[in-house]
């Protein structure tokens, strides 16, 4: 039977405390083979200084957290965009589960949080992209994104194989 767990978002500051639970959702992704920026040789102190780093921007973003009793498992940030032709637009980024919370609904439950986090901060437009064939490129268009295109050889998987990324967004309700 699997455990429930709580979608929350975290300030600033609970960020911070949680960086090294963040950071251990990060690496695990990252061990598991998951593109998201990182390659093979990415340490558990990489991933707990770039989540420092992620709660020492002020630009308004929502750091988006699934926990259960055991802790952290999951995380998004919906990111609004600074440019001022752009008032109305959020990028998705770090949408990570570990392998301990998988098969749950855990991802769906961040993505409907996400959505929820840019229409509270007044943007409809959510952009996104992901590793083309991936479990979250399913993911984005059962939850209704739309393909804006895939552009081959985008990225580096952590064992330095090159892959594809699918760009999406979603127009939610004005």
């Known amino acids: 039977m699997t ?21 251990e959702v990060l690496f695990d992704c990252v061990a598991g083979g998951a593109s998201v920026g990182f390659m093979a040789d990415f340490t558990r102190q990489d991933a ?8 020492h921007c002020r630009d308004g973003r929502a750091i988006l957290v699934a926990e259960d ?15 001022p032709n752009q008032p109305h637009r959020v990028d998705v980024s770090k949408m990570l589960v570990h392998r301990r919370g998988r098969r749950r609904g855990a991802a769906e439950a961040l993505m409907v949080a996400a959505e929820d986090a840019a229409r509270e901060m007044g943007r409809w437009l959510m952009v996104l992209d992901t590793v083309t064939g991936s479990p979250a490129d399913f993911l984005y268009e059962k939850r209704g994104w739309s393909r804006a295109g ?17 760009f999406f967004y979603k127009a939610l309700d004005r």
Not at 3 to 22: G, N
Not at 48 to 55: E, I, K, P, S
Request: aromatic letters at 8%; glycine letters at 6%.
């Open 3 to 23: 455990r429930p767990f709580r979608i929350r978002s975290l300030s600033a500051e609970e960020a911070q405390i949680a960086a090294t639970a963040l950071g």
């Open 69 to 83: 009793d055991a802790g952290v498992f999951g995380v998004v940030q919906v990111i609004p965009v600074a440019t």
């Open 48 to 55: 707990t200084v770039f989540w420092l780093d992620q709660t």
């Open 150 to 166: 895939v552009i081959p050889d985008y990225a580096l998987m952590p064992d330095g194989a090159l892959c594809d990324a699918t």
